[in-house]
């Protein structure tokens, strides 16, 4: 205990300049070595306190910080009170918030909200309260949300209110709207739980990336054979298929084809008339239908076909572009556009400016290859389309959906990883898994819905059906590589980089180029023998693997024994640190 000197000056130690005290060991009792070493006292969770001995020197001026607003006061004013001066002042919600400013009136409709989720565990949100400032005080605001209480990416839709009032909130004027957790969900969440918002974007649709009412005309010329057409568009996604029929039409067929909507009439001039009829897709020719008016379509191929047999018709022969095709054509993997790709629309519209897509594009696939065709076959075989073991689980998840490239089932798991007994969980691989946080919940409605007749009615009821993303690890390896000519070590760490990026990938990955299994990841030797086949490796040191889980805005860094603690764990790609010297 002392009191500090007035006179303390700057001075340099270890290249740092400040002031210091000093406290110098002038003497000890027993200066005698320990294997080289000198004993002396070592200090630790050392504590620094200190206080003024006069009255010290009053404030003049407060600067406040307080929700969003600054303010600047002098200390005369604040102190004048008896009670003393309180400097912290609540926001005035009685549960936690998230609120959000316009700079504009919603007051036409509707409007939609996309809102972009990143990756998160998937649990069961808390109940929100939406509401906006208006006539003077918050009103409930009534939404259509997709996302589920911030469970998934989704629209946020609801209808403009005339009262928009403008408000100040956190310091910052404009229309407000808050969302509340009123029951304190979100309180007893971990933060990996916890949605991730990584925005709000206002006037945003839904959209297919298809061309849209593509026509064309055909003609039934040969009557001797049945008439089959190679349409010059494809792929299709679906068609209208329109034959005229007239003259050929009783009043009673007209009158039932009416009641269906299946009949239009289209007047050429005034003294023609013709009718058209909207004929039907079927999947085969060897069903007995109702009404004979029926078609096959090819979509890949863009194969239209009809059928002479008994229980079905033909178009009338010999009408010119008697049979009318609408239909709109694109999808695939073609169709999965990356950010940004939209700039604009073909047609102009009244108020909008500008057209973009703020996320790519998912959900298209190609045609089934013969190989997947006969596995998916063989599988239908074997579960009869009942889920029983593991196995049928996954043949039934893949089946259900062209954009599931791999199926892993789990029993006694629950969708967190915990073990627990009745529980079957499925853990599903996209084939755009890059973006599976955006839709996987679109993927995982759809897979839930087709297994609804083939699971266990008790495992629905009870929901110990779950299905789950995988969770993502990035692998990240560090080593220092020598190889023996100089001239190598630019193309030897490329090839390295490139090595490791194939290998990590888990789809295509792996020695065997079939990508991984969930809960099976790469161990070391594995990693050294992608590294060591490339022929300009002659030796590699200090090797070091660690990995990156991304959930709900936090960075989880792993170990490689840690990662094996996640029972849902994929490898994918990071960023690795490759030094690469000569020997």
Not at 182 to 203: Q, R, T, V
Not at 253 to 280: A, M
Not at 448 to 453: A, G, I, S
Request: proline residues 4%; neutral net charge.
């Amino acid at each position: 205990r002392f009191i500090c000197p007035l006179d303390m000056a700057p001075v340099i130690v270890n290249s740092v300049e400040s002031r210091c005290i000093r406290a110098r060991i002038v003497n000890l009792d027993n200066r005698f070595k320990t294997k080289g070493q000198y004993i002396v006292p070592m200090l630790s969770e050392t504590y620094f306190s200190y206080e003024y001995q006069g009255k010290g020197l009053p404030p003049q001026y407060l600067y406040e910080e307080n929700n969003g607003i600054h303010q600047l006061n002098t200390a005369k004013n604040c102190f004048q009170s008896l009670r003393g001066y309180s400097p912290i002042r609540l926001a005035g919600d009685q549960v936690p918030a998230v609120y959000c400013c316009f700079s504009n009136s919603l007051a036409q409709g509707p409007i939609r909200i996309l809102a972009l989720l990143g990756a998160a565990a998937l649990r069961e949100r808390p109940r929100l309260k939406w509401q906006y400032f208006g006539n003077g005080k918050w009103r409930d605001l009534n939404v259509a949300d997709e996302t589920k209480g911030f469970q998934n990416s989704g629209l946020i839709s609801f209808n403009g209110k005339p009262d928009f009032e403008k408000t100040s909130c956190f310091g910052k004027e404009g229309y407000w709207i808050r969302i509340q957790d009123i029951f304190s969900g979100y309180d007893h969440m971990p933060k990996k739980d916890l949605p991730l918002a990584e925005g709000f974007l206002i006037n945003s649709v839904k959209a297919w990336t298809l061309r849209t009412d593509v026509e064309e005309s055909l003609t039934y010329e040969d009557f001797a054979a049945v008439p089959e057409f190679q349409l010059l568009h494809r792929p299709i996604f679906d068609a209208q298929i329109w034959v005229n029929e007239t003259g050929n039409l009783s009043k009673a067929e007209q009158n039932s084809l009416q009641k269906d909507g299946r009949i239009r009439f289209i007047n050429v001039n005034p003294n023609n008339t013709e009718t058209w009829v909207l004929w039907q897709q079927t999947e085969s020719f060897y069903e007995n239908p109702e009404d004979g008016r029926k078609y096959t379509l090819d979509k890949a191929n863009g194969i239209l076909r009809f059928s002479a047999g008994t229980n079905y018709r033909l178009p009338p022969p010999g009408v010119a572009n008697g049979i009318y095709v609408n239909m709109r054509i694109g999808g695939g993997e073609e169709g999965n556009l990356q950010k940004g790709a939209i700039t604009g629309t073909e047609l102009n519209y009244g108020f909008i400016n500008q057209v973009w897509n703020p996320i790519g594009f998912s959900g298209g696939c190609n045609k089934e290859t013969p190989d997947e065709a006969m596995e998916r076959t063989a599988a239908a075989y074997k579960h009869h389309h009942r889920a029983v073991t593991a196995a049928d689980y996954e043949k039934l998840a893949k089946e259900a959906s062209r954009m599931v490239y791999r199926a892993f089932c789990f029993t006694g798991r629950m969708a967190d990883g915990s073990r627990k007994s009745g529980y079957i969980t499925l853990v599903i691989l996209q084939k755009d898994y890059e973006k599976s946080h955006y839709y996987f919940h679109s993927l995982r409605d759809i897979i839930m819905e087709y297994m609804k007749d083939k699971v266990f009615e008790n495992l629905l009821t009870q929901n110990r059906l779950q299905i789950v993303s995988p969770d993502f690890i990035e692998i990240q390896v560090g080593a220092e590589v020598k190889v023996q000519d100089f001239n190598e070590i630019f193309q030897c760490k490329r090839q390295i980089m490139q090595k490791l990026h194939t290998f990590f990938n888990p789809i295509s990955g792996n020695f065997t180029g079939n990508g991984f299994s969930v809960g099976v990841l790469p161990n070391r030797s594995q990693i050294e023998t992608v590294i060591k086949s490339i022929l300009s490796v002659k030796e590699i040191s200090n090797l070091v693997i660690s990995g990156n889980l991304y959930r709900g805005g936090e960075v989880i860094e792993l170990n490689m024994e840690e990662m094996r603690k996640y029972p849902f764990a994929l490898p994918v790609d990071g960023k690795h640190r490759i030094f690469v010297s000569t020997e």
